[in-house]
């Protein structure tokens, strides 16, 4: 596609029911970010997808988030049991190959969560 | 963890002025990117700059960067309404073969007309 693309926008959501974001990267890059932004605050790094594989998962904050990644394509990031603290924008990004140091990460919108 | 880290955490200039963001880091870094992220919008890369280069310039964008201080500053010149904007910097960390950017908490920047 001509950008990443992310879904819902928004949602809105009680305490202890389980969401889904949804990512749809760049057509042909090979490696997709998604990172959690607080209100005011700078990003903090969740997961990041080499393919389909995750290599590095080390900023999930636990054991409720979880993501996956199929075909190489769209992610779903998946939050078990919301809790208020979740409350972020996630941000989607994808680049090209993940494997150069100069490489441009392209951002989507981000979906706003807000957990109720 | 944030490695990078902004100041002023928030600017008020007027339409005309130039406008100065400092971003300072802790570890060594391989290169250091500034990010715009306009309200409502998502994050656009703005300008790269390696380890081994001390200043960049792009369009009314110039950044400067220290290694011996750590640290790399933005200045907008002749701000306009439209760069009302938090700007980020973020370093690189390589993990492996791959590597994934550090953010600092940007710098919430109003430009008044």
């Known amino acids: 596609g001509a950008g990443v693309s992310q879904s819902p926008s928004n949602k809105v959501t009680e305490k202890g029911k389980d969401v889904e974001l949804r990512c749809d990267p760049i057509?042909?890059?090979?490696?997709l970010y998604w990172y959690r932004q607080s209100l005011g605050q700078g990003l903090e790094f969740l997961i990041y997808?080499?393919?389909?594989?995750?290599?590095?998962k080390s900023g999930l904050p636990s054991d409720r988030f979880s993501a996956e990644r199929t075909g190489g394509s769209v992610s779903t990031l998946t939050i078990q049991r919301t809790q208020q603290e979740d409350s972020a924008v996630y941000l989607c990004a994808s680049s090209f190959s993940g494997t150069s140091w100069e490489e441009t990460q392209y951002f989507g919108p981000g979906t706003r969560l807000l957990v109720l | 963890s944030q490695q990078g880290e902004e100041d002023p955490q928030a600017l008020s200039i007027q339409e005309g002025e130039n406008a100065t963001m400092n971003c300072s880091y802790k570890t060594s870094i391989n290169n250091l990117q500034w990010y715009r992220q306009n309200s409502g919008r998502g994050l656009v890369h703005l300008i790269l700059?390696?380890?081994n280069e001390r200043e960049k310039h792009s369009g009314r964008l110039r950044v400067t960067l220290d290694t011996s201080k750590k640290s790399s500053s933005l200045l907008i010149t002749a701000s306009r309404a439209a760069d009302t904007a938090s700007y980020f910097c973020?370093?690189?960390?390589?993990?492996?073969?791959?590597?994934?950017?550090?953010w600092g908490a940007g710098t919430k920047l109003i430009i008044k007309p």
């Open positions: 700059i390696r380890s």
């Open positions: 057509s042909g890059h090979t490696a």
């Open positions: 973020a370093t690189v960390r390589v993990m492996d073969s791959n590597y994934q950017l550090i």
């Open positions: 997808f080499q393919g389909n594989s995750a290599p590095d």
